[in-house]
C-alpha cells in the first residue's frame, strides 16, 4: 500500500500514469476512425458495423468503463502535476517568453478542456440522440450522414478535431519520452513520427463532415445538403 500510494504520489509515477491512459485513449482515437472510415463504403457496411458492436454489449461496456478509467486518469494526473509545478515556482514571472516549450505543448489544458465538452456533446449527439436532429436507433449511417448536414455542427467538429491533432501531436512526443524514447539522435524520428500519425487522424476524421456537406457521403433516402448542390 505505502508503494502503491507513493507511486501516484511521485511525478514519475503520475507522468506514468498519464503516458499509460495516453495510449489507452490514442488506441481509441484510431479504432474509432477506422470503424467511421466504413461509412465511405455505404449504409449496409456501417450499419453492420454498428450491429456487431451492439451484438457484443459486455465488451462494449468493459471497453467504455475502460476508457472512462483512463479518462478519470488522465484528467488527475495532468491537474495534479500542473498544481505541483504552479507550487514549485514561488514567484510568478514579470514576462513569460516561451523558449522550448511549442504550442501544442502551451494549449493542452485548453485543448483538452475543449475535448472533454466535446466528447460528452458527441455522445449525446451520436450515441443517445438527445442532441441529434433526427435520431434513429440502430440507424448508424443516417445519424451519421444526419448529424453533419447542419453547417455549424460540422464546424464545431472540425475546430475539436483540430484541438485534437494538437494534444495528439504533444501527447504522443510525451508517451515517447515517457517511456525511454528521448535520446537527441531520436527526437527528429520522434517529431516525425507524432506529426504523421496527427495529421492522418486529423484529416481522417475532418474527411467526415466535409465528405457529407459536399454530397460525397450521402443518404439516398433524403435530399442532398445545400452545399452539395454543384458537386456531381
Known amino acids: 500500500m505505502n508503494k502503491r500510494a507513493s507511486f501516484f504520489a511521485s511525478s ?94 502551451r494549449t493542452m489544458r485548453w485543448s483538452g478542456v475543449l475535448l472533454a465538452l466535446f466528447v460528452v456533446y458527441h455522445l449525446l449527439h451520436f450515441t443517445i440522440g438527445n442532441a441529434h436532429p433526427d435520431f434513429v436507433p440502430g440507424d448508424v449511417y443516417h445519424n451519421f450522414v444526419t448529424g453533419f448536414q447542419n453547417p455549424l455542427v460540422s464546424a464545431f467538429y472540425i475546430l475539436a478535431m483540430i484541438c485534437l491533432g494538437f494534444h495528439l501531436w504533444h501527447g504522443l512526443w510525451s508517451i515517447l519520452q515517457t517511456f525511454g524514447v528521448s535520446n537527441p539522435r531520436l527526437d527528429r524520428a520522434r517529431y516525425t513520427l507524432a ?33 452539395a448542390q454543384g458537386v456531381r
Open 12 to 105: 514519475i509515477g503520475r507522468k506514468i500514469i498519464m503516458a499509460a491512459t495516453g495510449v489507452i485513449l490514442f488506441g481509441f482515437v484510431i479504432a474509432h476512425l477506422v470503424g467511421n472510415l466504413q461509412a465511405y463504403q455505404g449504409p449496409e457496411r456501417l450499419n453492420a458495423y454498428g450491429e456487431a458492436l451492439r451484438h457484443y454489449m459486455a465488451l462494449l461496456w468493459a471497453a467504455r468503463l475502460t476508457l472512462l478509467a483512463a479518462v478519470a486518469l488522465h484528467i488527475w494526473s495532468a491537474w495534479s502535476l500542473t498544481q505541483d509545478n504552479r507550487r514549485a515556482r514561488a514567484v510568478s514571472y514579470d514576462r513569460w517568453e516561451p523558449q522550448a516549450s511549442t504550442y501544442a505543448s
Open 195 to 227: 506529426a504523421a500519425v496527427t495529421t492522418a487522424i486529423v484529416l481522417g476524421n475532418i474527411s467526415f463532415p466535409v465528405a457529407v456537406l459536399t454530397g460525397v457521403i450521402r443518404d439516398e433516402r433524403q435530399p442532398r445538403p445545400a452545399l
